[in-house]
């Protein structure tokens, strides 16, 4: 234990250098390769599954790019929102690893959006995959990196909270049967960006980062009934470890701009003959090596 958490410290105060090995660099075993999961450009690489629409299908443009940013908007949904809350899933799983993402608030929540959503998105991590999920499911199965605006109110408003559509976790070492747990970040109003990443370890630790500050950690995240319907039975396995699955960004109903969105895997080569071997990372896949 005392192991992997020496790890975490090195990898978490090291994750804001987001360089990248070129291509003709000597191998380095402590540089950083991030992954960019969205290339400035289009959506290829993602899919979107919006409820009450068929997996694949981003109804009325809810998810689209522009000025090298992930926009959700909600503009074609011609004056009903009808619960079609949305998510835009990176189209490959993963288990031990860091995503990071640039987000901000724009504009007014969408007329007939739950008020709850006001400033409301989220980065969902481990979660189950787009394709087995039904027509009218509402959302994933998988934890939410839940990202909140503030009101201007003078009120605090914390973001990079935890809250579990079909999961729960420990928290302070004991099971927490709360939906949403709240993190320590500050309250950040306006349209200001903000930098949120998730520290995800398998089925062991999760940590929520906000502009550098870890801000909640949990464990052991599993499967259980709530919150999420519409889903198929076959993937809710009632107590199972959730231990790696898709990432995605929320669509809830408040225009929400998303940038930089960005991947460290912590999951790879670990043996120190390979020229792939890194000391970063944290779980050993040898048939990574080369």
């Known amino acids: 234990m005392r192991t992997l958490c020496a790890a975490l410290v090195a990898v978490v105060a090291s994750s804001c250098a987001?360089?990248?090995?070129?291509?003709?660099?000597?191998?380095?075993p402590d540089?950083?390769?991030?992954?960019?999961?969205?290339?400035?450009?289009?959506?290829d690489g993602w899919i979107a599954k919006i409820a009450k629409h068929d997996v694949g299908d981003n109804y009325a443009n809810t998810f689209r790019v522009a000025d090298g940013m992930i926009l959700a908007r909600y503009d074609g949904y011609?004056?009903?929102?009808?619960?079609?809350?949305?998510?835009?899933?990176?189209?490959?799983p993963y288990s031990y690893y860091i995503i990071?993402?640039?987000?901000?608030?724009?504009?007014?929540l969408y007329p007939g959006a739950p008020s709850y959503?006001?400033?409301?998105?989220?980065?969902?991590?481990?979660?189950?995959?787009?394709?087995?999920?039904?027509?009218?499911?509402?959302?994933?199965?998988?934890?939410?990196?839940?990202?909140?605006?503030?009101?201007?109110?003078?009120?605090?408003?914390?973001?990079?909270?935890?809250?579990?559509?079909?999961t729960a976790v420990e928290f302070n070492g004991k099971f927490d049967p709360r939906h949403c747990i709240n993190s320590n970040s500050k309250t950040y109003d306006g349209d200001q960006w903000v930098r949120a990443e998730a520290l995800v370890l398998g089925d062991s630790i999760v940590k929520h980062i906000?502009?550098?500050?870890?801000?909640?950690t949990y464990t052991r995240p599993r499967i259980t009934a709530g919150v999420v319907t519409g889903f198929d039975p076959a993937q809710l396995q009632e107590g199972k470890p959730s231990a790696s699955g898709f990432i995605a960004l929320?669509?809830?109903?408040?225009?929400?701009?998303?940038?930089?969105?960005?991947l460290l895997n912590l999951e790879g080569c670990m043996d120190p003959r390979a020229s792939n071997y890194k000391r970063y990372y944290i779980k050993s896949n040898p048939a990574a090596c080369r």
């Not at 987001?18 to 380095?28: E, F, T």
């Not at 980065?123 to 939410?144: G, Y």
């Not at 906000?210 to 909640?216: P, Q, S």
């Open 18 to 28: 987001m360089g990248g090995a070129g291509s003709n660099a000597a191998p380095d």
């Open 31 to 43: 540089r950083k390769e991030w992954i960019e999961l969205f290339n400035g450009v289009n959506l």
């Open 78 to 92: 011609g004056g009903n929102y009808n619960a079609q809350f949305g998510h835009l899933y990176y189209e490959k």
């Open 100 to 108: 990071a993402a640039e987000y901000r608030f724009v504009g007014e």
């Open 117 to 166: 959503t006001l400033r409301n998105s989220g980065i969902m991590v481990h979660s189950q995959d787009p394709r087995t999920m039904p027509r009218d499911q509402n959302f994933p199965i998988s934890i939410e990196d839940q990202l909140l605006g503030g009101l201007s109110d003078g009120k605090a408003r914390t973001t990079g909270n935890m809250c579990s559509p079909g």
């Open 210 to 216: 906000i502009n550098g500050d870890t801000v909640l």
């Open 250 to 262: 929320q669509a809830e109903g408040h225009p929400v701009d998303f940038r930089n969105v960005r």
